[in-house]
């Protein structure tokens, strides 16, 4: 019988409600949810049968009756959560952007490794099975030399007010950018030289922003973002010998094709999951924690910093400034 660790969810909003779903497809109990009205912690608990309910986080994070905390709220927040959570003892799944900047990252990661506590990013679409598939074809040769990462993730979401104050983390890098940007780095990893430009709203968020990454091999990866129009959300990652295309939305469970240079359709995936699979991130940081790691070797913690180092390069070059920098 699989043993669980204790969740306690710092938060009861939207992202938190879509990720107890899958928690129950997979079984995974819930200990606790912390929230600043308690109605709503009540509520949430209700719904997701929670035995611990808190008013504030606080309160949530003091809890001696769990073990990790998954935090999720609006990426501002996620320094100051993050913090808290691991300040009273415990391990922490962290929702993407991991935080506004690298700044606060190294912040968390260094407090983490002074108290031996495991923290990830939630990037969870590193770990639905789509993806290992894809990684699997990448890591096999089968593509040869990886020239060319191309990806978009694109939405028409001018009705959800946060994407367009700047006080609350808005625009579209941050929300939508983050997937392109990470899937990016996974296969090419640093940048050698990036460029970017984008379109700033009257609040100076950006509402649309369009990145070239350049690599040392030659490599390049052409990533776009946008909040105010809808695109394919695709992806495809191109080699000397073949390439992959992933339908979208390319960070899900994605279905796609393996094509050789002759432009034959090689393999094909189309494999569907239980819920949206936001439950392989919890399963793997409990795996990652029962063997006594304090960094995913999937999504490190030196990763994450990297990713938001690269993030705040773009912001540089764009003009994107959050009150708190």
Not at 272 to 300: D, F, N, T
Request: charged share 20%; proline share 4%.
């Amino acid at each position: 019988m699989t043993t669980h660790l204790r969740w306690g969810f710092l938060s009861a909003g939207g992202i938190a409600t879509a990720v107890a779903q899958d928690f129950a497809i997979a079984g995974i109990p819930i200990r606790a949810v912390g929230a600043r009205d308690i109605a709503k912690a009540e509520a949430f608990a209700d719904q997701f049968s929670i035995p611990n309910r808190h008013q504030g986080y606080e309160s949530l994070v003091n809890d001696p009756e769990v073990d990790i905390v998954y935090v999720s709220t609006i990426h501002p927040c996620h320094h100051e959560h993050a913090m808290l959570a691991l300040n009273a003892g415990k391990h922490v799944l962290l929702e993407k952007p991991f935080t506004i900047n690298a700044r606060e990252a190294k912040e968390i990661a260094d407090l983490a490794r002074s108290k031996n506590l495991f923290v990830m990013e939630a990037m969870w679409t590193r770990f639905v099975p789509s993806m290992d598939a894809i990684f699997e074809v990448i890591n096999s040769g089968q593509l040869g030399d990886i020239q060319a990462v191309i990806a978009d993730h694109s939405q028409h979401l001018p009705h959800v007010a946060r994407m367009t104050e700047l006080e609350l983390g808005g625009g579209a890098l941050l929300d939508l950018g983050i997937y392109p940007v990470s899937f990016a780095h996974r296969i090419l990893g640093k940048p050698s030289a990036i460029t970017a430009k984008a379109t700033l709203t009257n609040t100076k968020v950006d509402s649309m922003t369009s990145i070239i990454f350049e690599y040392s091999t030659g490599a390049q990866a052409t990533l776009t973002t946008c909040s105010v129009a809808a695109g394919p959300v695709t992806a495809s990652v191109l080699g000397t010998e073949g390439r992959i295309e992933i339908d979208g939305d390319f960070y899900g469970q994605a279905t796609f094709r393996v094509i050789n240079k002759l432009g034959e359709v090689t393999d094909s995936y189309s494999h569907k999951i239980l819920g949206h699979g936001r439950q392989y991130q919890a399963l793997h940081a409990e795996k990652c924690i029962a063997e006594g790691l304090i960094s995913s070797p999937v999504m490190s913690i030196e990763e994450t910093m990297d990713i938001m180092g690269i993030m705040d390069a773009i912001r540089a070059q764009t003009g994107v400034k959050y009150p708190t920098e």
